[in-house]
């Protein structure tokens, strides 16, 4: 299998890059792809960098050149939901852009004519996340994540993100991955711990949680390759 793992920032795949080890780097787009060989399988490993864009083109390379035919992305996100909290792990069901609005032409929020508001998850890839959870004893939380190209740190625009698209979490990547992964084809899944609650202190709880969160996250992702590539 070629298996593609995503983080948006470095802190996101060092942990990843740390436990495979060797690997060999390949430059695409201004951005590395670490290509790393296990047994029969090959996992391409990169940040794409903050946003919707950037993921759109790791995601894309990912999968048009290096014919992954699997993606996993890793990485934190701010808690809307009251019950997650710093550190907990939330597997996305389904994602959404909470900055995409025609609705001056009528349209829902969120909605681009010949797309959908919410783009599921792999049914698969998530069943497999939720065995590993369960096999390992993890608290895995599972909801509605919304992305956009913003840092939410203001409760009033977390509640408004709460009220239009019912979203448990936010980050800036998701629903791009899951956009290009759904016109191409290729399944997906979307994992995040919590690094902030996406209000006013949300700049300092991200600067102290990203590095133990992103590693939450990563670790988790491992233990998913681990049943992923037993083969
Ligand atoms: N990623 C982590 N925390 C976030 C936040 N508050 N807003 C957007 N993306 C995030």
Redesign the pocket.
């Known amino acids: 299998m070629r298996l593609g793992i995503i983080g948006a920032m470095v802190e996101e795949i060092t942990p990843l890059l740390e436990k495979f080890g060797e690997h060999k780097k390949i430059q695409v787009g201004g951005n590395t792809y670490y290509e790393i060989t296990k047994g029969v399988h090959k996992i391409f490993i990169a940040y794409s960098k903050i946003g919707k864009v950037h993921a759109a083109l790791t995601v894309s390379t990912m999968i048009l050149h290096f014919q992954c035919e699997k993606i996993i992305f890793s990485g934190?996100?701010?808690g809307l939901n009251a019950d997650l909290k710093v550190g907990d792990l939330l597997l996305a069901e389904k994602l959404c852009q909470h900055d995409v609005d025609i609705t001056a032409f009528g349209h829902p929020l969120g909605f681009i004519p010949e797309s959908k508001v919410y783009i599921e998850a792999d049914k698969n890839l998530n069943a497999l996340a939720k065995q590993v959870a369960k096999a390992q004893g993890i608290d895995l939380q599972q909801g509605i994540i919304a992305s956009g190209d913003?840092?939410?740190?203001d409760s009033e625009k977390k509640q408004w993100i709460i009220s239009n698209f019912k979203a448990d979490a936010?980050?800036?990547e998701g629903a791009s991955v899951a956009v290009v992964c759904d016109l191409l084809q290729v399944p997906f899944c979307v994992l995040r711990s919590i690094?902030?609650s996406?209000d006013g202190s949300?700049d300092v709880s991200?600067d102290e949680f990203l590095e133990s969160s992103a590693k939450r996250s990563a670790e988790f992702v491992l233990k998913m390759c681990e049943s992923l590539l037993e083969a």
């Open positions: 934190v996100a701010g913003a840092f939410i740190a936010v980050e800036m690094s902030d996406a949300a991200f």
